[in-house]
C-alpha cells in the first residue's frame, strides 16, 4: 500500500531531523532522557490549540514546534504554527513563552521563524538546526539579528569616503534585516578592502561566526586572500588572519575517494586512492585522475555511492601519503561534532 502525501513528508521530516541529531519519538513513549534534542510528534496543546505535529525539547524544555504538511501546501501555515507557539500546556517546562523557534515543513522544503528576532519573518532553511544550536542561541544575550541593529559607529581610519559610505550603508541594510543587499562601486574604488573592514565588524561586533567570500575566478581568490592577510584593522595592531582564521578553498573539483574505508581511529579515516578507481563528479563514471594535492579541507566522497546518485561525505582530507597510496582525513561525524563545539 502506497503511503500518502502526509505520510511521505512526515516521514521526510523524521529523516531531516535524525540526521540533525534529534531523537524522534511518538507521545506515547515520551522519554525526555533519553537525548538532548527531542522531537515528539502528535503532541497534544491547550485546549483549542489542536496537536502539534512536532514538539522540539532542548534539555528536557520545550523551546520549538513544527508543522508538517503535504507536499506544496505551506502558503498560508506560518499562522498555524504561530498558534502553537502560544499552546503549549501552563505545567510544561518551556525556556520562553511563546515557544521562540517555529517551523512549517512538508519534508522536501522547510521555512523557520526565528521568534528572538528583533523582527521575527518565515525564510527558507536547508534543514533544521541541530539541539545543541538553538542551546546556543537561548543562552546568547542578544541574537544576530539584534546584534546587527547594535553595530558601533564606524571608525573611518583609513578608509576612503566612498568605502565608509558602502559599509554604513550594507550596516544600515543588516539592521533592517533586508534580504538582500548590494554594494556598486566602480573600478579602483578598493572593493576588497572595502569587503574585508566590514567583514571584521561583523565578525567581531556583530557576532557572525563565519563569512563565505566567494569570487568567480581563481586569480581573484588569490587577491582576496592576500587581502585579508595584508588588513589591519583600525582598532588593533595585529593582521586579519592573527585575529580570525582566513581559509581558502583552493579546489572547486574536489576528487573522490573511492576504494575500501580504514577506519584507523575513532574519529579518523583513511581512503585508498588507486588510479581508475576515481569517479567523475557528475556522471559518476570511473576516471583517471593526478594524485591529489593542495585539498586540504575539502570533502572526502564516497564514490561508490556516488555512482548510485548518493553524495556521501565521509570525511575531510587533510593529507596523503603518497608511498601507501592513502588519503588521510577525519571522519564526517568528528568534523560535525567539531563545528557544533564538542571535542
Avoid at 515528539?40 to 522540539?56: Q, T
Avoid at 542578544?142 to 550594507?170: C, F, M, S
Wanted: hydrophobic letters at 35%.
Amino acid at each position: 500500500m502506497s503511503e500518502t502525501p502526509e505520510q511521505k513528508a512526515r516521514r521526510e521530516i523524521d529523516a531531516k531531523l535524525i540526521a540533525s541529531g534529534w531523537l524522534v519519538q511518538d507521545r506515547d513513549d515520551l522519554d525526555l532522557t533519553a537525548g538532548r534534542g527531542i522531537a515528539v510528534r502528535e503532541f497534544p496543546m491547550k485546549s483549542g490549540f489542536g496537536f502539534a505535529d512536532y514538539l522540539l525539547y532542548v534539555d528536557r524544555k520545550a523551546l520549538g514546534a513544527i508543522e508538517a504538511k503535504a507536499e506544496g501546501t505551506l502558503t498560508g501555515v506560518e499562522a498555524q504554527s504561530a498558534k502553537y507557539a502560544a499552546g503549549l500546556p501552563d505545567n510544561l517546562p518551556a525556556y520562553r513563552r511563546p515557544l521562540p523557534f517555529l517551523f512549517e515543513s512538508n519534508g522536501a522544503v522547510t521555512f523557520f521563524t526565528n521568534g528572538l528576532d528583533p523582527k521575527p519573518r518565515s525564510r527558507k532553511v536547508f534543514s533544521f538546526p541541530r539541539p545543541e544550536t538553538f542551546a546556543e542561541w537561548l543562552s546568547q544575550l542578544y541574537p544576530l539579528r539584534a546584534r546587527l541593529t547594535h553595530l558601533p559607529e564606524l571608525d573611518e581610519t583609513g578608509l576612503w569616503k566612498v568605502q565608509a559610505q558602502a559599509i554604513t550603508n550594507l550596516e544600515s541594510s543588516l539592521a533592517k534585516a533586508d534580504l538582500r543587499a548590494l554594494i556598486q562601486m566602480a573600478t579602483g574604488s578598493g572593493k576588497t578592502y572595502t569587503a574585508v573592514s566590514a567583514a571584521y565588524r561583523l565578525l567581531k561586533f556583530g557576532g557572525a561566526k563565519r563569512i563565505l567570500f566567494l569570487v568567480d575566478r581563481g586569480n581573484l581568490g588569490k587577491q582576496t586572500e592576500d587581502e585579508f592577510a595584508n588588513y589591519t584593522p583600525p582598532d588593533d595592531t595585529r593582521k586579519f588572519p592573527t585575529l580570525y582564521t582566513v581559509q581558502r578553498l583552493r579546489s572547486n573539483s574536489p576528487r573522490v575517494y573511492t576504494n575500501s574505508r580504514i577506519d584507523i581511529e575513532p574519529g579518523y579515516i583513511a581512503l585508498r586512492h588507486p588510479k581508475g578507481r576515481n569517479r567523475n563528479t557528475d556522471s559518476g563514471e570511473k576516471v583517471m585522475a593526478a594524485r591529489p594535492s593542495g585539498m586540504s579541507g575539502c570533502p572526502m566522497l564516497d564514490g561508490d555511492k556516488l555512482a548510485e546518485n548518493n553524495l556521501s561525505i565521509v570525511g575531510v582530507f587533510t593529507d596523503y601519503c603518497r608511498e601507501r597510496g592513502v588519503a588521510f582525513g577525519e571522519a564526517a561525524t568528528r568534523v560535525l561534532a567539531l563545528l557544533n563545539g564538542r571535542p
